[in-house]
């Protein structure tokens, strides 16, 4: 079946602006985790929603960073006045919420701001 | 607070060599804890995992032990080939919440 996936695959935007990033996961999983890699690093969690509600968002970095998942399925992790330090590689998981819950990864999307 | 390391940053290999990856956490209570594969421009691939419970998991030619008390896990590769060249992350789920807790990852590069 199909995988996690993102959209879009690489973004370019200058400081200041707001960026949409959106992930869309394995059908059926009610979990689904946002992470942020920058280069040379492991990925460092964001959020983590258990359905419509964030179970988790004790990483994100401060307001400018926000996340939605009003349907219970795909997410959008919305970034106001965006600085560069926000490059990095942003990438979505979701699990089934049962069993050991394994984390499936989708591509990530490649955020570059100038 | 959680912190996992892994040793080394970086390893060079020639092809048929067997090769140990090493990952130590500073918490000992994590719920389960895996391996991961990355590839240039791709996302994760899961490779093993390891329940708190469990002491290792093997797959085809990979082998990961958990030494939960001691705060470390290995990943052995048997017969490396050039197919394995790629980053690998160890990353464990805390015995609280949901997230997982990466290393900074072993980029692994396998000569022919």
């Known amino acids: 079946g199909a995988g996690v996936s993102q959209t879009p695959s690489n973004k370019v935007t200058e400081k200041g602006k707001y960026v949409e990033l959106r992930c869309d996961p394995i059908?059926?999983?009610?979990?689904l985790y946002w992470y942020r890699q920058s280069l040379g690093q492991g990925p460092e969690f964001l959020i983590y929603f258990q359905g419509t509600g964030a179970a988790d968002d004790s990483g994100l970095p401060n307001d400018r960073f926000f996340a939605v998942r009003p349907e219970g399925s795909v997410s959008t992790l919305k970034i106001q006045r965006t600085e560069r330090g926000d490059s990095a590689v942003y990438l979505c998981?979701?699990?089934?919420?049962?069993?050991?819950?394994?984390?499936?990864f989708g591509p990530g999307t490649r955020l570059t701001v100038l | 607070k959680q912190e996992v390391t892994q040793i080394p940053a970086a390893l060079s290999v020639p092809e048929g060599e067997n090769l140990v990856l090493n990952c130590s956490f500073t918490?000992?209570?994590?719920?389960?804890l895996q391996w991961f594969r990355q590839d240039p421009g791709k996302g994760l691939t899961s490779l093993l995992l390891i329940q708190s419970s469990q002491r290792e998991q093997t797959s085809g030619r990979l082998n990961a032990s958990l030494d939960k008390s001691s705060g470390r896990s290995t990943l052995y590769i048997a017969a490396s080939q050039p197919g394995d060249s790629a980053t690998y992350l160890c990353a464990v789920r805390p015995g609280y919440g949901n997230k997982l807790v990466f290393g900074a990852g072993t980029i692994l590069r396998v000569k022919s």
């Open positions: 998981a979701s699990s089934s919420g049962q069993g050991t819950d394994t984390q499936y």
């Open positions: 918490d000992s209570a994590i719920y389960n």
């Open positions: 059908s059926g999983h009610t979990a």
